[in-house]
């Protein structure tokens, strides 16, 4: 029980420091290109639409930055 309870520790604090060093990470979506591809007739890749998801930029916000972002943009207007 020690042991996992150790693992998730090192795994959550692992996962916190991710998200401060790299705040963004690639799209799912387009996995970082920025748009979809797609193949033309003699299925060579294009480029195809730009992402609706990451707006073209290819990177989208990490969940735990998301997290904290939220949790100091309330903590300081709780303060102010």
């Not at 790299?22 to 193949?39: D, I, L, N, Q, V």
């Not at 290819?58 to 969940?63: A, C, K, L, P, S």
């Amino acid at each position: 029980m020690l042991a996992a309870i150790a693992c998730l520790l090192i795994v959550t604090l692992c996962y916190a420091a991710l998200c401060a060093g790299s705040p963004f990470g690639r799209c799912r979506k387009c996995h970082g290109f920025g748009f979809a591809t797609t193949t033309d007739r003699k299925g060579r890749p294009r480029r195809g639409k730009d992402c609706r998801r990451c707006k073209a930029t290819g990177y989208r916000i990490r969940i735990g930055r998301h997290l904290y972002n939220l949790a100091a943009a309330l903590h300081r207007d709780g303060t102010n």
